[in-house]
């Protein structure tokens, strides 16, 4: 199988992953609320609502709106953020009997997600009477974003060629000069220029894809780049990455100018300045990682998620070097240079690959949590394809190193020995593309070992008006501008029966921050049997802010029943 293969079959690969559905995008996570409990029975009406979640939340960003059956708000301004940024407060004024829904938004500190959630609680009667089965908690945001994806792919794919071609140029390529028949090679002085060109390209690549990161986690979320650079380290870390390629691709230009001359040697200070631009890009990419998010375990968070990207770096990079330079390595004269170099990244490969598993170990400790969760959920699937893809370059890295790489030192055809190592590396290669592009993946999905909100599934509330109980829900959970499902059941409140006497349902839906005229639509419905059953496709929540939703069914035993809720949208990203 050559490379050319190699690479369609991981395209079809990861086409996969997407198809299979149920990527959902990393989020702060409902992790639980005090007081009152998620769906639990109160006697007397609590002060004070507190929401704890599975992230920091970049402050500022979170909001706490709590209502009965008939939309009357009970929550007071403003939402006060803990010392660690994972838990929000908001006062309540004093309320009556009744059920009543939370709902919630959020912004991550720790990827720039938007999360939104809702949960329920009763407040019992005088006579302590129960309030029924309340629904569980929900919370969720946008599917993963393929744009995200590429974004950080490319970002990830950029810094690891600039990387480890710095680390080749500097420890490998240069020192190989030392020796007189490298040096008089033609490869030795016209070649390294060529390499350098390659990373310059890659790491104005990571340019490319750190400002359309931070553009997406600043104006395409909704939140100003000001807010979001005070509030969340991941932001930071974009904003720190950016300046660094920026640097790194200045020290990558001027190597390539000062080595044009034919002389690499002019060019080492130059490179080392690039490859401490490259390391600290590593470190600041780390800073702003879910690892970095797992509490308590910070600083070994960080440790092992740069450990692992910088082997990968080393790795990796290192073969793309190769790659973009293969054509010199396969005339006959080049012979003795493509045998220090090729032998020396083999030696520090087997390095790079301690880091890499060393790392990934300690990642999948601390965000998958349990060999359940690697096999059972989206992000464990996703770390099995990475190592399904690793064992092969893994393998073929073992054979260039032991079988290959002696047979460049023989007398005889050691030129082959070259023509097969390349061959193996341009397969690496590919399968190293594809390793990086499911780390884009993987660092836009929620860790496995995040606390679960509870059940995936839509935005849902319970509305109670005058005896009958309305089930409202939202597919998908209501986050950003786009077309949403909305579906009703009516149920009597005292059995829970269904309520078929309902018809001609209405939504209206109004912008109320900022103010817009409402719109209008119908509903779809009465359907099933009994027939309680309501719904609406619609594109009405056409903006940003909070949306009230007006609900009006006519009922042929009585007057209308109305019902209100309120849902927030976010800008599209």
């Not at 190699?6 to 995008?25: E, I, M, N, P, Y």
């Amino acid at each position: 199988m050559n490379a050319r293969i190699a690479l369609l079959v991981v395209v079809a690969t990861l086409l996969g992953l997407f198809a299979a559905g149920g990527l959902a995008a990393a989020h702060a996570q409902y992790v639980g609320s005090t007081p009152p409990a998620a769906s639990a029975p109160l006697p007397t009406a609590p002060s004070q609502v507190t929401i704890t979640l599975s992230e920091a939340v970049q402050s500022g960003t979170g909001t706490i709106r709590v209502t009965n059956a008939t939309g009357s708000r009970f929550d007071v301004p403003p939402v006060t953020d803990s010392s660690d940024g994972r838990t929000l407060s908001e006062s309540l004024t004093a309320g009556g009997p009744g059920i009543y829904t939370v709902t919630w938004t959020a912004t991550s500190a720790v990827d720039g997600h938007f999360t939104a959630g809702s949960f329920s609680y009763c407040v019992q009667d005088a006579n302590g009477t129960a309030c029924g089965t309340l629904p569980p908690p929900l919370s969720g945001g946008a599917p993963v974003s393929p744009l995200e994806v590429a974004l950080r792919s490319i970002g990830f794919l950029g810094l690891a060629i600039a990387f480890g071609v710095g680390i080749m140029a500097n420890f490998m390529w240069i020192p190989a000069g030392k020796d007189p028949d490298a040096r008089g090679s033609r490869a030795y002085g016209v070649a390294f220029p060529v390499l350098l060109n390659v990373g310059r390209i890659a790491s104005f690549g990571f340019i490319v894809s750190m400002a359309g990161l931070f553009a997406l986690a600043t104006g395409l979320e909704g939140n100003s780049a000001a807010e979001a650079l005070k509030a969340s380290s991941y932001v930071q870390s974009v904003a720190v990455r950016l300046a660094l390629g920026i640097g790194l691709f200045a020290f990558l230009s001027r190597a390539f100018a000062q080595s044009r001359g034919g002389n690499p040697e002019t060019a080492a200070w130059t490179i080392q300045a690039a490859i401490f631009a490259a390391l600290a890009a590593v470190v600041a990419g780390s800073l702003g990682t879910h690892a970095a998010g797992v509490p308590a375990l910070t600083a070994l968070g960080i440790a092992a998620d740069a450990a692992h990207f910088g082997g990968i770096g080393l790795w990796f990079g290192g073969l793309a070097g190769i790659v973009s330079i293969r054509r010199f390595f396969r005339e006959p004269e080049a012979a003795p240079l493509a045998r220090i170099v090729l032998g020396r990244f083999s030696r520090m490969a087997a390095y790079a690959v301690s880091l890499v598993l060393a790392g990934g170990i300690v990642l999948a400790v601390l965000l998958v949590g349990t060999l359940d969760a690697l096999v059972t959920s989206p992000y464990g699937w996703v770390i099995l394809a990475k190592v399904g893809l690793f064992a092969p370059m893994l393998a073929l890295g073992a054979y260039n190193r032991y079988r290959l790489v002696p047979k460049t030192a023989e007398s005889e055809r050691p030129t082959e020995a070259v023509r097969r190592i390349v061959g193996n590396v341009r397969f690496e290669t590919s399968l190293g593309i594809a390793v990086l592009v499911l780390a884009g993946l993987l660092t836009s999905m929620t860790p496995a070992a995040a606390v679960p909100a509870g059940p995936v599934g839509p935005f849902a509330l319970d509305l109670v008006k005058d005896g009958l109980k309305v089930h409202s829900e939202v597919y998908p959970p209501p986050t950003t501008v786009g077309a949403y499902t909305l579906t009703l059941l009516l149920n009597y409140v005292s059995n829970g029966t269904p309520f078929y006497l309902a018809r001609n349902g209405t939504a209206q839906f109004t912008l109320t921050d900022p103010p817009r005229p409402p719109v209008k639509e119908n509903l779809s419905g009465p359907h099933g049997n009994p027939s309680n059953h309501f719904s609406i496709t619609t594109t009405a929540l056409s903006s940003p802010g909070v949306w009230k939703i007006d609900l009006n069914f006519r009922r042929l035993d009585s007057f209308d029943l109305r019902v209100t809720f309120y849902v927030t949208i976010k800008a599209g990203g």
